[in-house]
């Protein structure tokens, strides 16, 4: 792990202890593949101490790298792969460092904050044979699982738009992220969700994106911290159809909110409408003294649940537990899943998974790039850009109010295709 904080210890955590209780991971193609997290690379490594003091079994006995230089330390361990859990803008040389020292690498979404940092992981994965893969637990919503299932099958027809919202809670603004906030904007850490259901689930090639917000709780009005934000992207389809969708999202939501998190999506089709609640799923529960605040009142237990199962254990489970298991499963599957003269046969396949797979991150990537870089624009007194994607200018144009002259963000073409 090179970032021990709150990702960690909701999915990672459960996972590492989960496949350390039942000796590994089991598929008839790779027989029984033990799953060990066996060193931490942080920042101060006061949470590596923690976890190790607290930890059952052998996970004990993790080592811990602190410092400017711990993930190189740990990169020098005998690790098969590396997880990249630290702040959104921080992704990349760790990223790298991961790929260059001949590891697998699941990293946290959003992957990275540019393209020209995405191509630089895409060469790095094929130069060194390992896999590249993101973190998009949404995809693996039951819910949103179904609702690709009825575009995939042509029940839902031709997505005309949509809007999503994700409101995080003051408590992480505030407490939580306080080391890395500066700069940084809930857009990127929480609009990127939706960003990525919205381009594997309906496709299309995405054409330009737009994206203001506010300023002031977080930090000065006039500063670069965002509160919230608002972006709209534009897609068209193969039959020249367009539609715009609007992500909404804040970490400015008052902590005696119901639930931890406000998530909410509605799309529309030619022929229907598609609804979904993730905080209403049917539970709502008040106990006197702890809800809202120690316990919310709705809760998601899909995501990542403690449950007494009926067969009498316990367990953490749900849709972020079950990501991380599927990335170790795809992985002991090109590494054990058959002769080694055909594993690179068995990563080619791995690698085609687009809903993980670095090489489908473009569109994603390319939305991120460009929400925080009007967003910058906004804040040095220039609000309202816009970027248009493979524009004949370059792959990434942005283009300002009043100003005829549009700068390249990335030059490359963001859809090759094209
Ligand atoms: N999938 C999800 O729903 C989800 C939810 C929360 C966070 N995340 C993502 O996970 C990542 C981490 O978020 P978090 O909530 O765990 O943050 P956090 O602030 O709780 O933890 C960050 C961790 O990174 C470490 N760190 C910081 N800089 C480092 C560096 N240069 N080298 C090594 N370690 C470093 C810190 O010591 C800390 O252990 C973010 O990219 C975030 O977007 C994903």
């Known amino acids: 792990m090179i970032g021990i904080g709150m990702i960690f210890d909701e999915t990672y955590r459960p996972f590492f202890e989960q496949a350390q209780a039942e000796g590994g991971i089991y598929d008839p193609r790779f027989g029984l593949c033990a799953v060990e997290l066996t060193g931490v690379a942080s920042r101060t490594g006061t949470r590596a101490e923690a976890y190790?003091?607290?930890?059952?079994?052998?996970?004990?006995?993790?080592?811990?790298?602190?410092?400017?230089?711990?993930?190189?330390?740990?990169?020098?361990?005998?690790?098969?792969?590396?997880?990249?859990?630290?702040?959104?803008?921080?992704?990349?040389?760790?990223?790298?460092?991961?790929?260059?020292?001949?590891?697998h690498l699941l990293i946290e979404k959003p992957s990275v904050l540019s393209l020209a940092e995405l191509d630089e992981l895409q060469r790095l994965a094929v130069e060194h044979k390992v896999l590249a893969k993101v973190v998009y637990h949404k995809l693996l919503d039951p819910d949103h699982k179904k609702l690709r299932?009825?575009?995939?099958?042509?029940?839902?027809?031709?997505?005309?738009?949509?809007?999503?919202?994700?409101?995080?809670?003051?408590?992480?603004?505030?407490?939580?992220?306080?080391?890395?906030?500066?700069?940084?904007?809930?857009?990127?850490?929480?609009?990127?969700?939706?960003?990525?259901?919205?381009?594997?689930?309906?496709?299309?090639?995405?054409?330009?994106?737009?994206?203001?917000?506010?300023?002031?709780?977080?930090?000065?009005?006039?500063?670069p911290t965002w509160d919230s934000t608002q972006l709209r992207m534009i897609y068209e389809y193969a039959d020249g159809r367009e539609a715009a969708f609007d992500i909404h999202t804040s970490w400015v939501t008052p902590d005696n909110f119901p639930g931890y998190v406000e998530q909410e999506v509605q799309f529309r089709f030619d022929n229907g409408v598609w609804n979904a609640h993730s905080r209403k799923r049917g539970v709502e529960c008040t106990i006197e003294g702890s809800t809202p605040f120690k316990r919310k009142t709705t809760m998601n237990n899909h995501y990542n649940g403690t449950f007494?199962?009926?067969?009498?254990?316990?367990?953490?489970?749900?849709?972020?537990?079950?990501?991380?298991?599927?990335?170790?499963?795809?992985?002991?599957?090109?590494?054990?899943?058959?002769?080694?003269?055909?594993?690179?046969?068995?990563?080619?396949?791995m690698?085609?998974?687009?809903?993980?797979?670095?090489?489908?991150?473009?569109?994603?990537?390319?939305?991120?790039?460009?929400m925080e870089a009007i967003l910058e624009r906004h804040v040095k007194g220039q609000p309202n850009c816009v970027v248009e994607i493979d524009h004949e200018a370059g792959g990434l144009v942005l283009l300002a109010p009043g100003s005829s002259k549009p700068e390249v963000l990335y030059s490359g073409r963001v859809n090759a295709a094209r």
């Open 351 to 370: 690698r085609n998974f687009a809903y993980n797979d670095v090489s489908a991150d473009r569109q994603t990537v390319a939305a991120v790039q460009a």
């Open 52 to 103: 190790r003091k607290a930890a059952p079994g052998k996970l004990a006995q993790l080592s811990s790298f602190s410092g400017a230089d711990s993930a190189a330390q740990l990169l020098k361990t005998d690790v098969d792969f590396v997880c990249v859990a630290t702040p959104d803008n921080r992704h990349f040389e760790a990223a790298s460092a991961v790929l260059k020292a001949g590891k």
């Open 149 to 223: 299932t009825l575009v995939v099958d042509g029940e839902l027809k031709h997505v005309n738009n949509g809007y999503c919202t994700l409101l995080e809670p003051k408590s992480i603004s505030g407490g939580q992220f306080a080391e890395w906030i500066v700069g940084r904007n809930p857009g990127t850490y929480v609009a990127v969700h939706y960003i990525k259901l919205i381009d594997f689930t309906f496709g299309g090639r995405l054409k330009s994106v737009q994206c203001t917000g506010q300023r002031g709780l977080v930090g000065p009005a006039d500063g």
């Open 308 to 349: 007494a199962e009926p067969w009498g254990v316990r367990s953490q489970r749900g849709y972020g537990i079950e990501v991380i298991e599927r990335f170790a499963r795809e992985l002991a599957y090109v590494e054990h899943g058959g002769p080694a003269t055909q594993r690179s046969e068995r990563l080619d396949q």
